[in-house]
């Protein structure tokens, strides 16, 4: 299992330290974790760190307090010692803007950025001298949406970028990055409606398209899905569109300023229309880590077909 730092910690205490090592209390020995936990109380020149899932420690600069220059660096090096004396793996400071004096201090000491958000800067460094280092990079892949949308006279709808990257190919599905925490379909949906003011809902995914060496070196996740169209007046977004209009679905297959690649995803949504198949997605809740996810799955274009399926799901998981 690769290392990463968990969003649910423990903060540092003799019991919680107790309750925390209970799984390996048979390989480290009980006093040794009692002595592990005591150590840690003991050593009140150290940083209100939180452990993690994978035997780390979290430092949050906000909780620190004010802490000058020279009582950094002398805290940071007794911090060390302590945590490399009781075997503790990744340490990680989430350093937030207004102590970034504390970035120089951490780099001397072996501290790497790991990643970085407009408010705070993530550093870590790696303790165990017989382990290697296995935490991972932070998120490497973008990820975008891409929408074929069709209405009752079988047309699509389609956007001629106002910044386009190319001259001879113009026009294109609509779409864009999906947000934050944002769903695939919702962020497929809410494009449509940024740049054409057009309301849809979700039919289908239809395919994905991955992709190197994209936006800021990431790699680049391309999912495009059918849209039906609850709407049909068109409004362009100012801002980023220059064009938008229905166009039939063949004239679009012909057409010299559509590339190849979007004439692909209509294709796809042909062929899955005449077969009666759907890439449909329903809402879940896993129940050992108890988070939202999205489903995905290939069915029947079959309303009762897919109620099973969600019914099986439910009743192996």
């Not at 780099?107 to 790991?114: D, I, L, Q, T």
């Not at 599905?173 to 057009?198: F, K, M, Q, S």
């Amino acid at each position: 299992m690769s290392y990463l730092a968990n969003p649910v910690f423990m903060t540092i205490s003799k019991k919680n330290i107790i309750k925390y090592f209970h799984g390996y209390s048979n390989k480290l020995g009980f006093s040794r974790i009692l002595s592990m936990s005591t150590n840690l109380n003991s050593a009140t020149n150290i940083f209100n760190g939180k452990v993690d899932r994978y035997k780390g420690i979290i430092i949050d600069s906000q909780n620190e307090g004010n802490v000058d220059f020279t009582e950094f660096s002398k805290r940071l090096t007794d911090s060390l010692k302590v945590w490399s004396d009781n075997e503790y793996r990744g340490i990680w400071f989430k350093v937030h803007l207004n102590q970034s004096d504390w970035v120089p201090e951490l780099a001397k000491n072996g501290f790497k950025y790991h990643h970085a958000k407009e408010e705070y800067v993530m550093m870590y460094k790696w303790l165990p001298k017989t382990e290697n280092c296995n935490i991972p990079p932070f998120a490497h892949t973008m990820l975008g949406v891409g929408a074929v949308v069709t209405n009752d006279a079988n047309e699509l709808l389609i956007v001629q970028e106002k910044y386009k990257i190319s001259d001879t190919f113009r026009y294109k599905l609509p779409g864009g990055y999906v947000e934050p925490g944002e769903n695939i379909v919702d962020a497929a949906i809410r494009e449509v409606h940024e740049e054409t003011n057009v309301m849809t809902e979700f039919q289908s995914v239809l395919t994905l398209r991955h992709t190197h060496g994209s936006q800021y070196n990431c790699s680049d996740v391309y999912v495009v899905v059918h849209l039906k169209a609850l709407s049909k007046e068109i409004t362009k977004c100012e801002r980023e569109i220059a064009e938008a209009r229905w166009m039939g679905t063949e004239e679009f297959l012909r057409h010299s300023g559509v590339t190849q690649l979007n004439k692909f995803f209509v294709r796809k949504y042909l062929e899955y229309k005449e077969n009666g198949i759907k890439i449909n997605c329903f809402h879940g809740v896993h129940e050992i880590l108890n988070k939202a996810y999205t489903m995905y799955s290939v069915t029947k274009n079959n309303k009762d077909d897919h109620e099973k399926d969600l019914e099986n799901l439910k009743t192996k998981m």
